[in-house]
Protein backbone atom coordinates (compact mmCIF):
# COMPACT_ATOMS: atom_id res chain seq x y z
CA UNK A 1 0.00 0.00 0.00
CA UNK A 2 1.31 3.26 -0.59
CA UNK A 3 1.32 5.30 2.18
CA UNK A 4 4.15 8.11 1.63
CA UNK A 5 3.19 11.79 0.58
CA UNK A 6 5.42 12.85 -2.14
CA UNK A 7 5.65 16.52 -0.45
CA UNK A 8 8.24 18.98 0.29
CA UNK A 9 11.09 17.59 2.73
CA UNK A 10 9.86 13.93 1.38
CA UNK A 11 11.77 12.31 -1.92
CA UNK A 12 8.77 10.10 -3.72
CA UNK A 13 10.01 6.99 -2.96
CA UNK A 14 10.63 5.55 -6.36
CA UNK A 15 12.94 8.39 -6.82
CA UNK A 16 14.85 6.97 -3.69
CA UNK A 17 16.20 3.64 -5.62
CA UNK A 18 17.28 5.72 -8.68
CA UNK A 19 21.21 5.06 -9.56
CA UNK A 20 23.23 8.60 -11.20
CA UNK A 21 23.39 8.80 -14.92
CA UNK A 22 26.55 7.23 -15.91
CA UNK A 23 24.77 8.31 -19.28
CA UNK A 24 23.71 11.34 -21.41
CA UNK A 25 19.85 11.50 -20.43
CA UNK A 26 18.26 15.05 -21.59
CA UNK A 27 16.69 16.38 -18.37
CA UNK A 28 13.48 17.46 -17.95
CA UNK A 29 14.02 21.47 -18.93
CA UNK A 30 12.06 24.69 -17.71
CA UNK A 31 10.47 25.02 -20.77
CA UNK A 32 8.98 21.20 -20.59
CA UNK A 33 5.02 21.27 -20.33
CA UNK A 34 3.27 18.90 -18.70
CA UNK A 35 1.89 17.67 -21.82
CA UNK A 36 5.19 17.35 -22.67
CA UNK A 37 6.55 15.32 -20.03
CA UNK A 38 3.68 13.00 -19.91
CA UNK A 39 4.39 11.90 -23.11
CA UNK A 40 7.88 11.60 -22.36
CA UNK A 41 7.08 9.70 -19.34
CA UNK A 42 5.20 7.17 -21.74
CA UNK A 43 8.15 6.61 -24.10
CA UNK A 44 10.94 6.32 -21.74
CA UNK A 45 14.09 4.78 -23.09
CA UNK A 46 15.19 4.17 -18.77
CA UNK A 47 14.20 3.90 -15.23
CA UNK A 48 16.57 7.04 -14.71
CA UNK A 49 14.98 8.52 -17.70
CA UNK A 50 11.66 7.94 -16.25
CA UNK A 51 12.70 8.98 -12.63
CA UNK A 52 13.66 12.04 -13.78
CA UNK A 53 10.38 12.40 -15.95
CA UNK A 54 8.55 11.54 -12.48
CA UNK A 55 10.11 14.34 -10.50
CA UNK A 56 9.70 16.87 -13.21
CA UNK A 57 6.60 16.52 -13.24
CA UNK A 58 5.50 16.17 -9.29
CA UNK A 59 7.25 19.66 -9.48
CA UNK A 60 4.97 21.02 -11.92
CA UNK A 61 2.24 19.50 -10.21
CA UNK A 62 3.06 21.59 -7.20
CA UNK A 63 4.48 24.80 -8.18
CA UNK A 64 1.41 26.61 -7.61
CA UNK A 65 0.79 25.24 -3.94
CA UNK A 66 1.13 28.13 -1.86
CA UNK A 67 2.95 28.71 1.42
CA UNK A 68 0.41 28.52 3.78
CA UNK A 69 -1.02 25.20 2.13
CA UNK A 70 2.93 24.04 1.87
CA UNK A 71 2.28 24.31 6.51
CA UNK A 72 -0.11 22.24 6.43
CA UNK A 73 0.78 19.26 4.35
CA UNK A 74 4.31 19.76 6.15
CA UNK A 75 2.21 18.69 9.43
CA UNK A 76 0.16 16.46 7.84
CA UNK A 77 3.30 14.91 6.90
CA UNK A 78 5.08 14.61 10.52
CA UNK A 79 1.60 13.36 11.86
CA UNK A 80 1.36 10.36 10.28
CA UNK A 81 4.92 10.06 10.83
CA UNK A 82 3.27 10.02 14.55
CA UNK A 83 0.90 7.54 13.85
CA UNK A 84 -1.59 10.42 13.78
CA UNK A 85 -3.85 9.83 10.95
CA UNK A 86 -7.05 11.52 11.97
CA UNK A 87 -5.02 14.55 12.49
CA UNK A 88 -3.00 14.57 9.03
CA UNK A 89 -6.40 13.96 7.22
CA UNK A 90 -7.70 17.20 9.17
CA UNK A 91 -5.19 19.19 7.84
CA UNK A 92 -4.86 18.11 4.49
CA UNK A 93 -8.63 18.66 4.59
CA UNK A 94 -7.26 22.52 5.76
CA UNK A 95 -5.27 22.56 2.98
CA UNK A 96 -7.59 21.72 0.47
CA UNK A 97 -9.83 24.14 1.49
CA UNK A 98 -6.88 26.89 1.03
CA UNK A 99 -6.47 25.28 -2.60
CA UNK A 100 -8.95 22.98 -3.53
CA UNK A 101 -8.03 23.21 -7.52
CA UNK A 102 -4.44 21.30 -6.91
CA UNK A 103 -4.89 18.15 -8.17
CA UNK A 104 -2.04 16.66 -6.15
CA UNK A 105 -3.05 18.13 -2.90
CA UNK A 106 -6.43 15.59 -3.36
CA UNK A 107 -4.00 12.67 -4.19
CA UNK A 108 -2.07 13.22 -1.28
CA UNK A 109 -5.24 13.05 1.22
CA UNK A 110 -6.15 10.31 -0.33
CA UNK A 111 -2.79 9.27 0.74
CA UNK A 112 -3.47 10.10 4.07
CA UNK A 113 -6.96 8.54 4.02
CA UNK A 114 -5.50 5.18 3.03
CA UNK A 115 -3.06 5.25 5.22
CA UNK A 116 -5.61 5.95 8.14
CA UNK A 117 -7.93 2.98 6.90
CA UNK A 118 -10.20 4.92 4.91
CA UNK A 119 -10.27 3.01 1.84
CA UNK A 120 -13.52 4.84 0.40
CA UNK A 121 -12.32 8.10 1.64
CA UNK A 122 -9.44 7.88 -0.60
CA UNK A 123 -11.60 6.78 -3.79
CA UNK A 124 -13.82 9.77 -3.19
CA UNK A 125 -10.33 11.89 -3.34
CA UNK A 126 -8.95 10.06 -5.72
CA UNK A 127 -12.02 10.77 -7.86
CA UNK A 128 -11.68 14.98 -7.32
CA UNK A 129 -7.83 14.22 -8.22
CA UNK A 130 -7.84 11.95 -11.53
CA UNK A 131 -11.01 14.80 -12.62
CA UNK A 132 -8.17 17.56 -12.25
CA UNK A 133 -5.36 15.66 -13.65
CA UNK A 134 -6.43 12.55 -14.84
CA UNK A 135 -2.31 11.91 -16.43
CA UNK A 136 -1.28 11.61 -12.90
CA UNK A 137 0.12 8.38 -12.42
CA UNK A 138 0.59 8.54 -8.76
CA UNK A 139 -2.91 9.08 -8.49
CA UNK A 140 -3.98 6.21 -10.66
CA UNK A 141 -1.22 4.14 -8.38
CA UNK A 142 -3.28 5.29 -5.33
CA UNK A 143 -6.15 4.71 -6.79
CA UNK A 144 -5.06 1.12 -7.59
CA UNK A 145 -3.94 0.58 -3.57
CA UNK A 146 -7.58 2.40 -2.55
CA UNK A 147 -9.40 -0.11 -4.64
CA UNK A 148 -7.37 -3.32 -3.64
CA UNK A 149 -7.78 -2.17 -0.13
CA UNK A 150 -11.71 -1.81 -0.84
CA UNK A 151 -11.98 -5.34 -2.28
CA UNK A 152 -12.49 -3.99 -5.66
CA UNK A 153 -9.60 -6.34 -7.57
CA UNK A 154 -11.60 -5.65 -10.70
CA UNK A 155 -11.03 -1.48 -10.62
CA UNK A 156 -7.55 -2.12 -8.78
CA UNK A 157 -6.57 -3.84 -12.39
CA UNK A 158 -8.13 -1.37 -14.29
CA UNK A 159 -6.83 1.36 -12.04
CA UNK A 160 -3.05 -0.35 -12.58
CA UNK A 161 -3.51 -0.50 -16.66
CA UNK A 162 -3.50 3.62 -16.53
CA UNK A 163 -0.50 3.89 -14.21
CA UNK A 164 1.33 1.00 -17.33
CA UNK A 165 -0.11 3.37 -19.86
CA UNK A 166 1.17 6.32 -18.22
CA UNK A 167 4.42 5.43 -17.32
CA UNK A 168 5.46 1.82 -18.48
CA UNK A 169 8.79 2.31 -16.48
CA UNK A 170 7.19 2.17 -13.11
CA UNK A 171 9.28 0.07 -10.96
CA UNK A 172 7.32 -3.43 -10.74
CA UNK A 173 4.56 -2.66 -13.14
CA UNK A 174 4.20 -5.81 -14.75
CA UNK A 175 4.94 -7.40 -11.33
CA UNK A 176 1.66 -6.00 -10.03
CA UNK A 177 0.11 -6.28 -13.39
CA UNK A 178 0.05 -9.48 -13.17
CA UNK A 179 0.00 -10.04 -9.25
CA UNK A 180 -3.72 -7.62 -9.88
CA UNK A 181 -4.84 -9.39 -12.82
CA UNK A 182 -4.75 -13.16 -10.94
CA UNK A 183 -6.67 -10.99 -8.02
CA UNK A 184 -9.46 -9.87 -10.10
CA UNK A 185 -9.87 -13.15 -12.31
CA UNK A 186 -8.33 -15.79 -10.89
CA UNK A 187 -6.00 -18.71 -12.05
CA UNK A 188 -6.33 -19.08 -15.77
CA UNK A 189 -7.39 -22.86 -16.64
Do not use: F
Not at 43 to 53: G, M, N, P, T, Y
Not at 97 to 118: I, P
Not at 126 to 149: I, K, M, Y
Not at 152 to 157: P, S
Amino acid sequence: MLTVLSVWGMVPPVLCHAAPSTTAIPAPGAKDSRTDLVARLAHAQSAQEAALIRQALEELRLKPVRPATQLLVRRATRELGEDKPADAIEDMGAALALQSDVAALWRMRAQTRLSGGDAQGAISDLGEALQRDPEDAQSWQTLTSAEEAAGANDAALKAWEHVMALDPLMPGATKTYDKLKLKAYGQPT
